[in-house]
């Protein structure tokens, strides 16, 4: 065997990490491990699901896959030993409750069993929103209450933050609040600036009674704290230059260290402040936090980490919250370890330590860890690369790498190498896959980057290169909007898709309708200006206030507005606008409350020219890859808080305060070793960019201010540029089988087969939202019902009405008081939707029922319209089933109807 049972896999880009992983998950099976025992966790949904995928699709063809060499070589079973027990493996997978999730997905899990711990119940919602609105309610209530509410006010006129600012500055700390509990620091007094004042007084006088020039003086001029730290005097050690030099001596010198000296304690008696007052609010924000998570029920991803760590760590022992789960996990798989953070890594270092324990000879319990130092970009949100290092070492794990890109092309790998190699710090060039000379390189460095872009657009496509396999890679989703403007106005008729994070109010057509609302509401002729422009017509066109209900709900405002103007284009941004307007009751809350709209567009599905951010481009590859400059200069602006680092732990909590370095050594320290990091974030979003091309690579840089600056390159053109010999087909996504209703122009008579056609989309919506409040039932009973129906609702509003999710949800109460379905189940270890692959075809089980003696299945049905198909489709069901349990199968058709419920025996 070749197993390393502890080990941290170092797989640069484009080396074969989703291969690695799906042979470390199949080695374990062959290798006899428990399905349900292997939890392998990634950071995106389209992550998990990929590899999901990618380990049945292997194993379902083992015999043509490069996969079965290396499950050999890793398990030492021969290749005819692993595919005679291909079958096997396969029906103990497809039997097993499979632990391939998001980090996030696996916390909320944990999180669900221990709920009632922290005051929420287990049925609580996890989204991106959260209660913003409330929260900031609550808090003000709370800082009065508390009698903090002169606090809050002086704190914000005292440091210059605005309520926004202020909870930013709040939401930031609780993403820490983990690693660091601010609301225990002692509050100091604000401190008086004037000792400093007065030695700078001491210092103006000593200079002026000298002669010193009228631009001398001009220097030693301050007034505030800004203005002294300003000074570049401070930076030296004495005044023995420019001006001051002809007059400086020992008392000149002796009084500029009392200056920073006094400058210094001044400082960090600010800080003190600032940290203490800081520190009481945000008590009572987390205070208000957790009383609203109980009341609603509604957490963000960063609330599930906090409070699973807060249980970990002071409510429950760590061996009961993991032995309570489904079995004790014996394997774990981490993805793209390096932009794991530090409270991630805390929460799962017991099951790490209990894996790493290694209690006896006989058991088999495995770490894996995969990732890329050089691709960590989430420093931002909480990745800390450093935790790679730290776990290797401290974990003791053996250590591989990937240097092979089988990727990239060699121009490109080759390219890539000499750009990197020096300035990544321990960059060790990969190897190409294929030496074949294949591959493009295109640096222009120019004034303007925009005919550079397009250049490289045109000449894609005058090559031969279709749309779907150009990316433009841009730095900011500003700059995404722009360059999508200029594409489309250049390249008529080419479809771009914009895979930016762009909220739904910055898109054109959300603005024309919110634009439309405004005039109508207010009457100011700039906003009815603004809509007709947004629609492609003249400003001066004639637009009537008359024929419209502003007493009506903004959704019904919001529909007749789409209807009257053909605003829908088949964009699933549109329909999620309709469902952000349901939310509100009249017209003023609605639109007093866009400006604050956080709902996120989404991307477009269909194919078309890609443009997104280095960001969003991580994890991905394409055919042919345009990387821009960024459009504007880089915003510099520092965070109000500076953390320092000892490895993973937080060692200093500092007030930044422009040039207090000059006069705070510790600070200096702090803020140079922050620019090292900020640095080293900059150069690895640039290696991931650079990484994601496949066969042509267009870098189109500025002459000044370019983000590339730190790579030094020069103009280059390298090679040919070829295209795929035949069509890759990319990973297919779930197909939407609904259709939303269409909003077009005038009213078109529709033909039967028109009407038969939306018949049946209609049934086909019907039925999923069925079978989905089925899945999401717990238990056959009312709470379990009520709860999947809100689940049901935050899915299907924008596709169905309520009087149709109504008929559903009454379907569900006859299925929880019919006496022959719950007497069928009593008594059986349940599964729901299980997947099934038999006769090389996936299926999916609505519910299977497993006792001592037999094997249920049951398959859940809205209509008898096709009643012998479906007696089919369950004698597949019983005979698939019948090869993996030896035991007798017995499969019904549940027909859940308006009239009640009919349970029908397969013949």
Known sequence: MNLSPYLALEASAGSGKTFALSVRYLSLLFMGANPQKIVALTFTNKSAAEMKTRIFETLKHLESKDELSAISLQTGKSKETLLAEKERVMQTLLQADIKISTLDSFFSLILRHFALHVGLQPDFRVGQNGLDEELVERFIQECKRKNLYYTLIAFSITEDKKLGDLFSLLNMLYQKKSELDISTLDEGHYPSLQPCLDILGRIREYFEQSGLSTRGMATLKAETLAELLSKKYLEREDFGYWDYKKYANETTDTLLRELKSALNEHVNAKEAYFLGKLGKLFAIYDESLRGLMGEYGEL??????????????????????????????????????????????????????????????????????????????????????ELFGYAKKSLHLDVNALDTNYRSTEQI????????????????????????????????????????????????????????????????????????????????????????????????????????????????????????????????????????????????????????????????????????????????????????????????????????????????????????????????????????????????????????????????????????????DRLNALYVAFTRAKRSLFVCAKTQSSAFEMLDLSTLERGAISIASKEVPSLSTTMRLFQPRRYGAQEVASTPEDEEESAEIASVTFGIAQHYLLEMLDTFDEEALKRAYIALQNRFAPLLDESTMQAIYQRGEKLISCKPFLDLIQGAKIYKEQPLIYQKERKQIDLLLEFPDKIIVIDYKSSKKQSAKHQTQVKLYQEALSKIYDLPVVAYICYLQNDGVELLKSL
């Not at 894996?355 to 931002?380: A, E, M, P």
């Not at 809509?531 to 007493?551: N, Q």
């Open 300 to 385: 963000r991803f960063d609330d599930v980490t906090n409070l699973l760590y807060t249980l970990l760590r002071q409510e429950i022992s760590k061996d009961f919250l993991y032995f309570r789960l489904d079995g004790v996990i014996e394997h774990l798989l981490i993805d793209e370890f390096q932009d794991t953070s530090i409270v991630q890594y805390q929460i799962l270092l017991p099951l790490i330590e209990e894996i790493r324990s290694g209690r006896g000879v006989k058991d088999f319990k495995t770490l894996f860890f995969v990732g890329d130092v050089k691709q960590s970009i989430y420093r931002f949100r909480g990745g800390a690369k």
């Open 413 to 680: 790998v080759t390219f890539v190498n000499e750009i990197f190699t020096g300035k990544i710090k321990g960059y060790e060039p990969q190897k190409v896959a294929k030496a074949t000379g294949e591959g493009y390189i295109n640096v222009r460095i120019e004034e303007s980057i925009e005919p550079s872009v397009l250049d490289a657009i045109a000449l894609l496509f005058k090559e031969g290169v279709k749309p779907k396999d150009i990316a433009l890679l841009v730095h900011t989703n500003k700059d995404a909007k722009v360059f999508k403007e200029l594409v489309q106005e250049q390249f008529t008729g080419v479809h771009v898709r914009l895979e930016a994070t762009l909220k739904l109010i910055e898109l054109r057509s959300i603005k024309a309708i919110i634009a439309l609302m405004k005039y109508l509401y207010f009457g100011d002729e700039l906003y009815k200006a603004e809509f007709l422009v947004l629609c492609g017509m003249s400003w001066d066109t004639p637009l009537s206030k008359s024929g419209w209900d502003l007493d009506a709900t903004p959704l019904v405002l919001v529909e007749k507005i789409i209807k009257t103007y053909q605003l829908f284009d088949g964009s699933v941004d549109v329909l999620n606008f309709l469902e952000v307007a349901s939310r509100y009751e009249e017209i003023e809350s609605f639109l007093f409350a866009m400006d604050e709209l956080s709902d996120e567009a989404k991307s477009e599905d269909s194919d078309g020219l890609r443009i997104l951010t280095v960001h969003k481009s991580k994890g991905l590859e394409f055919e042919h890859v345009i990387l821009a400059d960024r459009l504007s200069r880089d915003n510099n602006r520092s965070d109000t808080l500076l953390f320092s680092y000892d490895e993973v732990d937080i060692k200093g909590l500092y007030l930044t305060m422009a040039g207090r370095e000059a006069v705070d050594s510790v600070y200096a320290k702090a803020k140079e070793q922050e620019s090292v990091l900020m640095y080293e």
